[in-house]
C-alpha cells in the first residue's frame, strides 16, 4: 500500500538554526510528493511539491529533493524564523489511474524560539 | 478568492446527535474530500467524491455519510455522534484527474472542530 512516515515531533528549534524534517514514502511506481504546513489554528496550504525523481520543489526558503533510491522527500530550511513555528505534513499522490488521493504522514510539530 | 469554505467552524455535540458540514468550494474542482484530524495520526480521510453525483469510501469511512448533489458542495453528515467522532474535520478540493502533471493540488478549508460529548 501507499504510507508515508516522518520524523517525531515535536521539533524545537532556535531562530536561525538549520531545520530538517524527515520524510520516506512506500508507494506502487513514481509518486507525486509534497509537503504541507498548517500554521495554529488553520488548515493546510501546500508548501512545496515535486512530481519527478530528482525533482527539487521550494518556497519560502524551504527545500526537498525527490529521492527515489532512498523514497525519500526529506524537508530543510537554512535558517528557520519564530514565523515557521506550525505543523508540517508529508504527503503523496500515487500515480495511478482514476482517483488520486493525498496520503498524509502523521505530521511534526515544529516550534522556533526567539 | 474563497477557496474552499467549511461551515460550521465549532460545534459541540451530544451522543447520539445527528449533525452536517458543509464544504462548498469556488474553483470547479472535480475532486472533493473529507479528512479528520486527530492527534498523532495525521490526516486520514474519510470520504471523497470525484465529481458531482459521485462518492467513495475512504481510510475511515464508518459512521459517516456524504453526498455531492452539487458540483461546487460536499457535505459530510454524522447521522448518531460518538465520542470517537471527536476530531477536526477538514475538507480538500483539488482538479485532478487521470493527468496529474500541474493538476494535483489539493486546497482545504480551514477545519471544523467537532466535540462529542
Known amino acids: 500500500g501507499n504510507s508515508v512516515t516522518q520524523m517525531e515531533g515535536p521539533v524545537t528549534l532556535s531562530e536561525e538554526a538549520f531545520l530538517t524534517i524527515n520524510c520516506t514514502y512506500t508507494?506502487?511506481?513514481?509518486?507525486?510528493l509534497f509537503w504541507y504546513v498548517q500554521y495554529p489554528g488553520e488548515g493546510l496550504q501546500l508548501l512545496l511539491k515535486a512530481t519527478k525523481a530528482d525533482d527539487k520543489g521550494s518556497n519560502k526558503g524551504f527545500e526537498a529533493t525527490y529521492r527515489k533510491e532512498t523514497t525519500s522527500f526529506h524537508l530543510e530550511k537554512g535558517s528557520v524564523q519564530v514565523s515557521d513555528s506550525a505543523v508540517y505534513f508529508c504527503a503523496l499522490i500515487p500515480l495511478i489511474q482514476g482517483a488520486q488521493k493525498l496520503v498524509f504522514g502523521q505530521g511534526t510539530r515544529l516550534t522556533i524560539n526567539p | 478568492n474563497a477557496g474552499v469554505t467549511q461551515t460550521p467552524k465549532f460545534r459541540v455535540l451530544k451522543t447520539g446527535q445527528s449533525m452536517t458540514l458543509l464544504c462548498a468550494q469556488d474553483?470547479?474542482?472535480?475532486?472533493m474530500y473529507w479528512y479528520r484530524q486527530d492527534p498523532g495520526m495525521g490526516l486520514r480521510l474519510i470520504h471523497y467524491?470525484?465529481?458531482?453525483?459521485?462518492?467513495a469510501k475512504g481510510e475511515v469511512p464508518d459512521g459517516y455519510n456524504v453526498s455531492r448533489l452539487k458540483k461546487q458542495n460536499f457535505l459530510l453528515g454524522l447521522e448518531s455522534a460518538a465520542p470517537s467522532q471527536t476530531s477536526v474535520y477538514f475538507c480538500a478540493s483539488s482538479q485532478l484527474g487521470t493527468g496529474y502533471k500541474g493538476r494535483n493540488e489539493a486546497f482545504f478549508g480551514q477545519g471544523t472542530r467537532l466535540t462529542v460529548v
Open positions: 467524491s470525484v465529481g458531482e453525483g459521485t462518492t
Open positions: 508507494a506502487t511506481g513514481y509518486p507525486s
Open positions: 474553483m470547479n474542482h472535480e475532486y
